[in-house]
């Protein structure tokens, strides 16, 4: 008796596993974009909070922003962006293939938003992060300065 598998065994196995990676491949085919701008939330979701933060302690008797463009951010130190101290700046880049838009009300230029020293923001709303694959992650700032 030979041992061993035939040529009809393995065609059956390769198919089975041809169709088990075609099933699970849109499933996890944009794994990776996910998780890329879950974490890219998480990351810009933190420096929102700094810039806060850093109003409301004072620091250097300032006050603190955010200002968003579609490829970066930049915490600032300074009433708005363009009379800031660019010494402070703290400039994030995102990784390629994601891009911010925003939705904001309130005052000031319609790309940055900046805490007075009780931590109330002049522009609140939605920043929104996409990635090339269509993904999205929102991060909302309500009219408290609260991040969620």
Do not use: C
């Amino acid at each position: 008796m030979k041992s061993g598998l035939t040529l009809t065994e393995i065609l059956i196995a390769v198919a089975i596993m041809i169709v088990l990676a075609s099933v699970s491949w849109p499933l996890l085919g944009n794994w990776p974009f996910k998780v890329q701008a879950s974490s890219a939330k998480a990351q810009l979701a933190q420096m929102v909070r700094l810039a806060r933060e850093r109003s409301v302690a004072g620091l250097n008797d300032k006050s603190h922003g955010l200002w968003l463009d579609s490829a970066s951010y930049t915490v600032f130190q300074g009433d708005n962006y363009a009379a800031r101290q660019a010494d402070y700046d703290f400039k994030t880049n995102l990784d390629n293939g994601l891009s911010l838009s925003w939705q904001l009300a309130g005052v000031g230029a319609a790309n940055e938003i900046v805490f007075n020293r009780a931590g109330v923001p002049a522009r609140y709303g939605k920043i929104i992060i996409t990635s090339s694959a269509g993904d999205t992650a929102e991060i909302d700032i309500n009219q408290l300065g609260i991040v969620n």
